[in-house]
């Protein structure tokens, strides 16, 4: 599968924890299988994809606040 051409059409969503301010303004899409993530102030300067179970382990982490 060519991720460039999965991420062309994807369905980009604002983080809940972005806000209009300027800071840091992150945007995902849900892909089959795959998480991408994006810079919303940089949309054209490419997106980290990960496998969803691998985005859903970090989600679960940063949740419990075990990242160090």
Do not use: H, I
């Not at 599968?1 to 800071?23: E, I, K, P, R």
Request: proline share 1%; hydrophobic share 45%.
């Amino acid at each position: 599968m060519n991720v460039n051409t999965v991420l062309t059409g994807a369905s980009w969503f604002t983080s809940s924890y972005s806000n209009d301010q300027g800071g840091a303004c992150v945007e995902g899409a849900r892909l089959q299988g795959m998480m991408a993530v994006r810079d919303s102030k940089d949309r054209e300067g490419g997106a980290f994809v990960f496998p969803a179970a691998t985005w859903g382990a970090f989600v679960d982490a940063v949740k419990k606040d075990t990242l160090a």
